[in-house]
């Protein structure tokens, strides 16, 4: 009974995505041919839509990753730790030098 659900789930899946790809064509089509007309509003309006069936295409198939960005290294949690790590090695020149090496190394992604 699962397998017969995940196969009708998968061929929904399937079948969602060729209507994607028929009205990501049907766009196009229109679109060139607003052109030929010498349309460029309507052209314009293709435009949009065709770039709206790609974003919902990639979106389906995976390809539109949407997940937020954070970068860790300018977060002022990071900074405020990063200069009370220098700070407290101040006194210990070696020390500091050798620890900044490393933070610069592992910043730029040459941990």
Not at 62 to 68: I, K, Q, Y
Not at 79 to 106: Q, S
Request: aromatic content about 2%; charged content about 30%.
């Amino acid at each position: 009974m699962a397998d017969a659900k995940a196969a009708a789930d998968v061929a929904r899946g399937d079948d969602l995505l060729e209507q994607v790809r028929a009205l990501r064509s049907k766009a196009i089509n229109l679109l060139m041919a607003a052109e030929r007309a010498g349309d460029l509003r309507t052209a314009l309006r293709g435009v949009a839509e065709a770039r709206a069936c790609v974003e919902l295409l990639a979106r389906l198939e995976g390809e539109l990753d949407e997940r937020a960005q954070v970068n860790v290294l300018v977060a002022p949690e990071w900074l405020a730790i990063r200069a009370a790590v220098v700070g407290a090695l101040r006194p210990f020149p070696e020390a500091g030098e050798a620890v900044a090496n490393a933070l610069t190394r592992l910043e730029a992604g040459h941990g």
